[in-house]
């Protein structure tokens, strides 16, 4: 079949009832095979010798393009990622050595990186390792590993909050007694996603964690901790050690404007991959010596912060700037949507 193709070699992933049927030759290749050989050739008294590397050597490189434009290759530390995910695992959701946690977070997304990576290890708690959709095979999938596993601590982004949902799957099969804490991240957590987050899944006791950062700060700048008092939607306060504030154009500090923060931080990224300029302009021109982030950031009379959403995503309507996650949730609070997602269309305007 492979032999009048470009194709080299090809990889599969077998199940029960694939496997008897691939026989081994020099093209096709059975991930669980290559897996199951590995060990049996692995000598187990044989020592490795970890290679001692500088603090500030890089650890990895992880591609964001935030909202828009060329995706840009952060840069991690050693030195300095290992010890903001340590920060962030204890500080914010509170992870102890006695934890299982179950955030359900891609490893080429920062989040993956920072709390299941390199933070559940460097506490020592469990970590629940999850590839494939939440709701398959079943709708409740992720609600019965909950219980099965005996999650203390659960994580999915808002999107995967408002496909359960719409799921509908019922809770009484389930008690989720284990759980002790939520984590949410990646956008905005609207206030009906939060509310059934809240009752369903926290039984109406588990704080909500709701943060927000970014892959070039390795973790958050704003999130919710544990002791703070629920409030829903908001993404909490400064995160300990972050030196945050809020400016306005002329770089005073005010109540709602550009997110941005003065002094550098362990999880800071070296630079942009092989793009020092953009680095430069993306971070470092809007204010002087200054880390601005592009999001646009309020407090309210209680000096909780919330997300208004990204500086460089803004469209202008008849002369006023509107951000699209304003209209985003205006629709998702009516009962009959459950996610939504507004872009802008440019249109030539006759006079």
């Known amino acids: 079949m492979l032999s009048n193709t470009f194709v080299k070699k090809i990889i599969v992933s077998e199940t ?3 496997e008897s049927d691939l026989l081994p030759n020099d093209k096709v290749f ?17 020592r490795f010798e970890a290679e001692l590397m500088e603090s500030s050597d ?10 828009t434009g060329k995706p840009k290759g952060t840069i991690q530390t050693h030195g300095g990622f290992s010890i903001f995910s340590a920060h962030q695992s204890s500080y914010l959701i509170d992870l102890k050595s006695t934890d299982t946690i179950f955030w359900y977070a891609d490893i080429g997304w920062i989040t993956g990186q920072t709390w299941i990576v390199y933070g559940s290890p460097i506490i020592g708690s469990t970590a629940v390792i999850f590839e494939d959709t939440l709701d398959y095979p079943s709708l409740d999938y992720w609600a019965r590993q909950i219980d099965d596993l005996n ?8 999107t995967a909050i408002r496909q359960f949902m719409r ?36 039984n109406n ?6 943060l927000s950062g970014g892959t070039e700060i390795g973790g958050a700048i704003l999130s919710m901790l544990p002791f703070l008092d629920n409030v829903p939607t908001s993404v909490g306060v400064p995160v300990p050690g972050l030196d945050v504030d809020i400016l306005d154009d002329r770089g005073k500090s005010v109540n ?44 309210d009379s209680q000096n909780m912060w919330y997300i208004s959403g990204r500086v ?9 700037r509107i951000d699209p996650s304003e209209i985003e949730e205006v629709l998702t609070s009516y009962s009959g949507i459950v996610d939504s997602a507004a872009v802008g269309i440019s249109r030539r305007i006759n006079r």
């Open 256 to 299: 709602e404007g550009y997110l941005v923060i003065r002094n550098p931080w362990p999880g800071m990224t070296k630079g942009i991959l092989n793009d020092k300029e953009r680095y430069m302009h993306t971070y470092w021109s809007k204010f002087p010596n200054i880390w601005n982030h592009g999001d646009k950031v309020r407090t």
């Open 30 to 46: 059975s991930f669980k095979r290559i897996y199951e050989e590995a060990f049996r050739n692995q000598d187990p008294n044989k």
């Open 167 to 202: 799921n509908k799957i019922d809770f009484s099969k389930f008690h989720f007694s284990s759980l002790r804490l939520l984590v949410s991240t990646g956008e905005r957590l609207n206030k009906e996603a939060w509310n059934w987050y809240f009752s369903k899944v926290g």
């Open 16 to 18: 029960e009832e694939t």
């Open 58 to 67: 890089p650890l990895f490189i992880l591609y964001t393009s935030g909202t």
């Open 312 to 320: 460089d995503d803004v469209m202008k309507i008849s002369g006023h």
């Open 151 to 158: 999650v203390t601590i659960f994580g999915a982004a808002p």
């Open 205 to 210: 006791r588990c704080p909500v964690i709701n």
